[in-house]
């Protein structure tokens, strides 16, 4: 994730995490997983090299409906 602004879209999805209302380690743990979720499918898609960290956030809402799928059929 040494990329250019990389470290911004997860500041970013870190704060948003915390004006949530979660916790300071909640939130760094559950951002930093989502972060890498998505620049593991972005480097997927275009290799390392064509990662950019838009690329990152762009692919954030199908990390959290994925995520969100998961807890909620942990739940039942």
Not at 14 to 29: E, P, R, V
């Amino acid at each position: 994730m040494a990329k250019g602004g990389a470290g911004d879209v997860l500041t970013g999805i870190i704060a948003a995490l915390l004006a949530s209302g979660h916790s300071s380690l909640d939130a760094a743990i559950i951002g930093v997983y989502a972060h890498g979720w998505a620049g593991d499918l972005v480097a997927e898609e275009q290799g390392m090299r064509g990662t950019r960290a838009g690329d990152i956030a762009d692919k954030l809402g199908w990390v959290w409906k994925k995520m969100e799928t998961y807890n909620m059929a942990k739940q039942r």
